[in-house]
């Protein structure tokens, strides 16, 4: 879920979740309680139809093509943008590129589609109410109606997913201790004015606030800030006197990035997009100059600081992945990687960390590596990757940090659904070899 | 008299020949081959133990899967004589041919320094017509070149070596086909070289019994410091290895086969457990089982559509491909365990891996649905999908080793046992459903075989199978789910090969739910059945060819081409299948039927009885009409 107001602190409040399907879903399967006969008539055979096998079969048809398009758009786009693009979304535009399974070179044109959540809510109703005016609730029904339950249940759950999960990173140097978790998915623009050595005031502008020629003003902010241009992606490029240098002022007139397309979604290496935003500060007219704000700056990849003077004041101000802050850190004492004998190909990477909690007064040494993640206070940490920092020369483990409430959704989904396939087939297998034994 | 007497014979047995029949040729297949006397014994130089991307092997395996790689072949064949020689001499030839600036292994090996044997093998691979030209070769049957055939002019080493550096720093969508056909025989020359130099493999053991092992160019270096300070041991491998390939180089056959026995000999003792594997390994890479039973297959595929034409000797011939079709299922199986056992896996660890399960499951499939219908279709479907899916692998194998080590996430028995047999046993039931499907449409077009009963019962199969594979892909796909939950902490990335399996599971609920609502009937689910093979396949391939996703183990160049046209061709017969049925023999009005010879009337008594017994075949009447067999 994206931003979308300014805050102070780490944990901008998040605004309330969008429409679930859920809700009219249930309002269609239930019709209302009416006194007319030919009303109730009426809402009975609209229930009919919509619980129509017919609008069962368009929908899987529907699905399909979505799922497909959805798979062909990841070659061009991030997977994160496809999944909100056309499975998080009632309605989506498929560029005829991706129609024509991208072989087409036209990426403008489109056509419209329902996106994944008219479709399943459709799915839903469609379900809901084949089982009001269908299935009576009978033994030699029960597979077929655990089934659709268990279906029903991980909609459920992947909606939790859109809704309340929270996936982030910590990446940790050997030796060295984090507390806070990086979301690689979201820039923020963080302006920090030091108070002490101990407190720092930051102010954060989400980065989905940045869009191109979006004007900022905010009580909150020491500036007003125009955006000139906002890059999901960038690359860091060596300055070249062809190129036209928009930055006015700070590290943009030494440094200079060139927009990047998305990482696709398909990308062997899976790497992360890299934000940056040229802005135009002012302050009550006041020009403060254009600015070059980079994630490449930040302290996940160069950590270089720009600070700004504003009456006797001094701002850092830096363009960064979102970040959250914990009330525990962990601390990377050892990793580890094996490699199968002769090759460099990774057998097995570990890390070693300890985990300390002052408060609860936890400090304790766990592994973490593949297949084996480690769960503390709601949320999973798994080992997801390793790098070597260049400009310090130590051993970086990423661990994947995950929070997500409706988690068992899922395998109460697979328990069922297992299940009610077992009772039905079961059950067809059982009277297809009755009647062969009968004839 | 006697002439009866034997066919009757012959009619009530020809199962149990066919079984003997198939059982001789395997038993055939799997003797042991020895070296003949006073030749060099390049059987037990194959059993070499050599350390290779990391895991223990036979030189065999060596031998065998860079051959493979370079030249597609298992064996050297050469053009000029006709002649054709092991892997093993190959590469003994390869180790033996130092390159004329490789002064240390030229001190090493004179003989072969001098006369180069191996560069005169016509084993380098060139299928590109455009190479062929730009190289200066002439275009050749076989597409096979020798070292000193490319290097010509001694311009085109030194061509190819600047093509590839500017290739390599091309992305892989810039890059031409040509392109990608000179890295192809850039990398095939470095493999060569490679083996040459003695970088690879690892031969000599580690001295503390660990992984390190290094490659015999490094442990002879050793070796000789060691003879230098006096503490050298004459029974160290690097040095017992130097030996062999020098009396390889000067044509000693008496001391070679002496030396490499004595020490398979004393290794045999030494390191029991990895010459245990190490020998099986040799035994299955000589029977190559996945190549016979490939055979075997077209023959029994063969014996099942005869069932049909041959309406007197009908339940014969059925019973007997039945019955060496199970022989032939119990070679494949058995030939898959003893990979698992090498491995150390579950069956299915990468896409070659999955085409021999793929091949297994619908041949298992088709065996119990004959066992219960009785009809000859499941013969002819399980031996066709077990024939293409062997093909497959094949094609997979030129690859290289097909039994990779696998990346870090994957490194899990438990999963792999569970979510990928599961998901691939789910593509096992779609590719029998699919196959039905065009056993239905092709039966109903071109013969007479699916009046009466006969379509009814075709579509029950198919039926049972689209079942099972529902069950199968949904809890493969849910648990492929919990997978990753368990490993990324997310249920559903909608990463593209998650996506692919999602789209088998909807497409099968599709179809069911078709029927259920009465929305398609025989034919509809013969068709969509057919249109599943194409969902399936992108699933299985379609999804890898994209790039590198986190589910990706294997791409190929150009692949995706080749899939798109398969596809068309599996869309084509789902066409053909929707076709008037005026015009499908076994539907039009019997008054304008005409049999299989096109002439008008009723149909030939063949096809009739064949008919009937498709239709009669649904269920076995009582106990005794079961097969004999299996």
């Given at each position: 879920m994206d931003q979308t107001a300014i805050s102070e602190g780490e944990s901008p409040v998040k605004p309330p979740g969008d429409a679930v399907p859920v809700s009219f879903a249930a309002a269609a399967a239930q019709p209302g309680p009416t006194p007319q006969p030919e009303l109730q008539e009426f809402a009975l055979s609209i229930l009919h139809r919509l619980a129509s096998l017919r609008i069962t079969v368009v929908l899987f048809v529907l699905s399909l093509l979505l799922v497909f398009w959805g798979t062909l758009a990841q070659q061009d786009a991030g997977v994160w943008t496809v999944v909100n693009k056309?499975?998080?979304?009632?309605f989506v535009w498929v560029p005829w590129r991706v129609v024509f399974f991208n072989n087409?070179?036209?990426?403008?044109s489109c056509i419209p589609f329902p996106g994944g959540l008219t479709i399943g809510g459709a799915m839903l109703i469609n379900l809901l109410a084949a089982h009001a005016?269908?299935?009576?609730?009978?033994w030699n029904r029960a597979g077929i109606i655990l089934i659709h339950a268990g279906i029903i249940i991980m909609m459920f759950g992947e909606v939790v997913t859109y809704l309340y999960a929270d996936e982030g990173q910590m990446m940790i140097p050997v030796g060295h201790g984090v507390n806070h978790v990086v979301h690689v998915r979201q820039s923020e623009l963080a302006i920090i004015q030091v108070i002490d050595e101990k407190k720092d005031a930051v102010v954060v502008v989400p980065?989905?606030?940045?869009?191109?020629?979006a004007k900022i003003q905010d009580s909150r902010l020491p500036f007003e800030i125009e955006v000139i241009e906002y890059m999901a992606n960038s690359k860091w490029i060596e300055m070249d006197g062809k190129l036209k240098n928009r930055?006015?002022?700070?590290m943009g007139l030494r440094e200079i990035v060139k927009a990047a397309p998305?990482?696709?979604?398909?990308?062997?290496?899976q790497e992360v997009d890299i934000p940056s935003a040229y802005l135009r500060l002012s302050r009550g007219g006041q020009q403060l100059g254009i600015w070059l704000f980079s994630a490449w700056f930040s302290d996940s990849y160069a950590n270089l600081v720009q600070e700004i003077k504003l009456d006797d004041k001094v701002f850092r101000v830096v363009l960064r992945y979102k970040q959250t802050n914990r009330d525990f850190h962990i601390e990377l004492t050892n990793f580890k990687q094996e490699n199968y004998?002769?090759?460099?190909?990774?057998?097995d990477y570990r890390s070693f960390v300890r985990l300390v909690d002052e408060k609860a007064g936890v400090d304790r040494d766990v592994q973490i590596y593949m297949n084996a993640p480690m769960t503390y206070k709601g949320e999973t940490f798994y080992q997801q990757s390793v790098k070597t920092?260049?400009?310090?020369n130590l051993t970086v483990s990423t661990l994947q940090v995950v929070r997500n409430p409706g988690w068992v959704l899922p395998y109460l989904s697979c328990a069922v659904v297992g299940l009610g396939m077992l009772v039905h087939f079961g059950n067809t297998l059982y009277k297809f070899l009755d009647r062969r034994v009968v004839r | 008299m006697s002439n009866q007497k034997i066919i009757d014979v012959l009619y009530r047995y020809l199962p149990w020949f066919a079984v003997g029949l198939t059982v001789l040729y395997f038993g055939y297949r799997m003797m042991p081959q020895r070296a003949a006397?006073?030749?060099?014994n390049f059987h037990d130089f194959g059993r070499f133990p050599v350390l290779e991307k990391g895991r223990y092997k036979p030189m065999d395996t060596v031998a065998r899967t860079n051959l493979m790689i370079i030249a597609h072949r298992q064996a050297y064949y050469d053009p000029d004589r006709g002649t054709y020689h092991s892997a093993n001499k190959w590469l003994l030839d390869v180790m033996t041919s130092?390159?004329?600036?490789d002064s240390f292994m030229k001190s090493m090996f004179p003989t072969g320094a001098a006369n180069?044997?191996?560069?005169?093998?016509?084993?380098?691979?060139?299928?590109?017509e455009e190479l062929v030209r730009t190289l200066n070769l002439k275009w050749r049957d076989g597409l096979r070149y020798s070292i000193n055939e490319i290097n010509g002019n001694n311009e085109n080493i030194g061509f190819l070596e600047a093509e590839s550096k500017r290739i390599g720093r091309l992305e892989g969508k810039d890059r031409s086909l040509v392109d990608s056909k000179v890295m192809e025989l850039a990398g095939h020359l470095h493999i060569a070289m490679e083996l040459s130099s003695h970088f690879?493999?690892?031969?000599v053991p580690d001295?503390?019994?660990?992984?390190t092992w290094k490659p015999f160019r490094i442990g002879i270096a050793e070796h000789i410091q060691k003879i230098k300070t006096g503490?050298?041991?004459?029974?160290e491998t690097a040095r017992v290895y130097l030996e062999l390939l020098r009396k390889y180089d000067a044509g000693e056959k008496a001391e070679f086969n002496d030396i490499l026995a004595k020490h398979l000999t004393a290794l045999e003792k030494q390191k029991p457990s990895i010459m245990r594997a190490i020998n099986l390994e040799v035994f299955f890479n000589e029977f190559a089982p996945f190549y016979h039973c490939l055979g075997l297959y077209v023959f029994i595929a063969i014996g099942g559509c005869l069932s049909w034409l041959i309406a007197s000797w009908s339940k014969p011939i059925r019973e007997a491909a039945f019955a060496s079709m199970g022989v032939v299922f119990l070679v494949h199986t058995a030939a898959i365990l003893i990979r698992m056992y090498l491995q150390g896996?579950?069956?299915?660890?990468?896409l070659y891996s999955s085409a021999i399960f793929i091949g297994w499951g619908c041949v298992a499939a088709c065996l119990a649905i004959e066992w219960i219908y009785q009809n000859g279709i499941a013969v002819v479907v399980g031996s066709v999908t077990g024939f293409c899916t062997l093909i497959i692998a094949h094609i997979l194998s030129?690859?290289?080793?097909?039994?990779e080590m696998l990346v870090a996430v994957l490194d899990t028995n438990f999963w792999l046992a569970t979510h990928v047999t599961c998901i691939t046993l789910g593509y096992t039931t779609t590719f029998v459903a699919g196959f039905m499907g065009i056993a239905y449409i092709l039966l109903g077009i071109f013969t007479n075989m699916l009046r009466k009963e006969g379509s009814a019962t075709l579509t029950r199969m198919t039926y049972g199978v689209l079942c099972t594979g529902m069950f199968l892909s949904f809890v493969g796909t849910v648990l492929g789910g919990l997978w990753a939950d368990y490993?990324?902490?997310?249920?559903?990335?909608?990463d593209p090969k998650e996506n692919g399996a999602l789209l088998i599971v909807i497409w099968i609920a599709m179809i069911l739910h078709s029927r259920w609502g009465g929305l398609v009937k025989h034919r509809g689910i013969a068709v969509l059945s057919v249109l599943g093979i194409i969902v399936t396949s992108w699933s299985w391939f379609g999804t890898n060819f994209l790039?590198?996703?986190?589910?990706?183990y294997g791409r190929r160049d150009g692949a995706m081409a080749t899939l798109v046209m398969i596809d068309l061709g599996f869309a084509a017969i789902a066409g053909l299948g929707c076709?008037?049925?005026?015009?499908w023999q076994s539907f039009r009005?019997?008054?304008t039927m005409t049999g299989p010879s096109g002439g008008?009337?009723?149909?030939t008594p063949a096809t009739l009885a064949a008919a009937t017994s498709i239709a009669a075949g649904t269920p076995p009447q009582s106990k005794k009409a079961k097969p004999k067999l299996a």
């Open positions: 056309y499975f998080r979304n009632f087409l070179e036209d990426a403008s005016v269908r299935f009576k609730l009978a980065g989905s606030m940045l869009q191109d020629g930055a006015t002022r700070g998305e990482v696709s979604g398909v990308d062997p290496n004998p002769g090759t460099d190909k990774p057998k920092d260049p400009r310090t | 006397r006073g030749e060099f130092p390159a004329s600036q180069h044997p191996a560069w005169d093998y016509k084993v380098f691979r060139i299928e590109n690879a493999p690892l031969v001295e503390n019994g660990g992984d503490e050298a041991d004459e029974t896996r579950a069956p299915v660890t990468n030129l690859d290289g080793d097909t039994m490993s990324w902490g997310r249920f559903w990335g909608w790039g590198y996703g986190l589910h990706s076709m008037p049925l005026k015009y009005p019997l008054s008008p009337g009723p149909s």
